[in-house]
């Protein structure tokens, strides 16, 4: 039989998850954002980043009234920092569905025993 992880090993999973997500954005960042990659830096964090953009990013925007460019020019921390939170994101998202589903089988159980 399989050894379930433990908390603390998942909990390490996640924190390098987030930290090589957040290191590849910094790295591609100091490498001028070359073409091809873009499409690995999206996928990264990928639906994290979407979600933030769409919930967070877009309405402050609007509430704000900056709609100033978006890129900008040089190297700047934004981007990563963005890319470290949309893997922040989907930690959370995996955390949620885990939660749930533990939840959903001991109901289950529950349900069956009685």
Request: hydrophobic residues 50%; charged residues 15%.
């Amino acid at each position: 039989m399989n050894k379930p992880i433990t908390r603390s090993t998942a909990r390490r999973i996640a924190a390098g998850y987030v930290g090589v997500v957040t290191l590849a954005a910094v790295a591609y960042e100091f490498a001028g954002r070359p073409e091809y990659g873009v499409g690995a830096m999206t996928l990264a964090a990928w639906p994290g980043d979407v979600l933030l953009l769409v919930f967070v990013l877009y309405p402050l925007t609007l509430l704000t009234g900056d709609a100033s460019g978006v890129e900008e020019a040089g190297f700047s921390l934004i981007d990563p920092l963005f890319q470290g939170a949309g893997a922040v994101v989907n930690v959370l998202i995996v955390w949620g569905v885990l939660t749930f589903v533990r939840h959903f089988r001991t109901e289950c159980r529950r349900s069956r025993s009685s």
